[in-house]
């Protein structure tokens, strides 16, 4: 798969499955997909990357507050 490998997405571009996987596997990134768990099922499935931010919110569930992650994290959509 490293034909694949990705450094970097872009906003607006598309991208396959097998090329969003590795990209995932290689980088610190979140990724949120609109087909829920099926992202990564088929390989040749299009995705667009339809925006990008550098850091989220999320809930601890140890101590119950919220704490903001500088991790860029990203919204596909199937094609």
């Known amino acids: 798969m490293s ?3 990705l450094s970097e997405v872009e906003v607006g571009q598309n991208y396959k499955a097998k ?3 590795s990209f995932v596997s290689t980088t610190d ?3 949120l997909s609109n ?3 099926q992202l990564f099922t088929d390989p040749e499935r ?3 990357v339809v925006d ?3 850091g989220f919110f ?3 569930s ?3 507050e919220k704490y903001y992650r500088e991790k860029q994290a990203y919204i596909v959509e199937k094609v």
């Open 52 to 54: 990008s931010f550098s």
């Open 19 to 21: 090329e969003l996987d």
């Open 35 to 37: 087909n829920e768990s």
């Open 46 to 48: 299009e995705y667009k």
């Open 29 to 31: 990134v979140v990724v």
């Open 3 to 5: 034909q694949y490998r």
């Open 62 to 64: 140890e101590d119950g």
């Open 58 to 60: 999320e809930h601890s």
